[in-house]
Nanobody, 117 residues
Framework: QVELVESGGTLVQPGGSLTLSCVAS????????VGWYRQTPGNQRELIAEIGGDETTYYVDSLQGRFTISRDNAKNTVFLQMNSLKPDDTAVYYC???????????WGKGTLVSFSS
């Protein structure tokens, strides 16, 4: 059983930077692949970045260069560093963890990133 808790979402200004954190409970976190998704009202949740247990990374093409995913297995935490933020980045950001050898996957409850005018 793994519980994921996201944090770091807040009001930001265009051009700003923000780091989201996803902290996982439970052991063997290093074995999990962890992804960041985001969702806007009326739209499906979309994968934006993922990091494997071996720290290989994947980014959706449209965000590569602005967002960086990383992990600290000693702290059971995955980070999403977001730079040059745009109003289009407004969304609820979710953390997702899974293992290739397991059927069950896990989601956090999300953290909101929005923009101040």
């Amino acid at each position: 059983q793994v519980e994921l808790v996201e944090s770091g979402g807040t009001l930001v200004q265009p051009g700003g930077s923000l780091t989201l954190s996803c902290v996982a409970s439970g052991s063997t976190f290093s074995e999990y692949n962890v992804g960041w998704y985001r969702q806007t009202p009326g739209n499906q949740r979309e994968l934006i970045a993922e990091i494997g247990g071996d720290e290989t990374t994947y980014y959706v093409d449209s965000l590569q260069g602005r967002f960086t995913i990383s992990r600290d297995n000693a702290k059971n935490t995955v980070f999403l560093q977001m730079n040059s933020l745009k109003p289009d980045d407004t969304a609820v950001y979710y953390c997702h963890a899974y293992r290739y050898t397991a059927v069950i996957d896990y989601w956090g409850k999300g953290t909101l990133v929005s923009f101040s005018s």
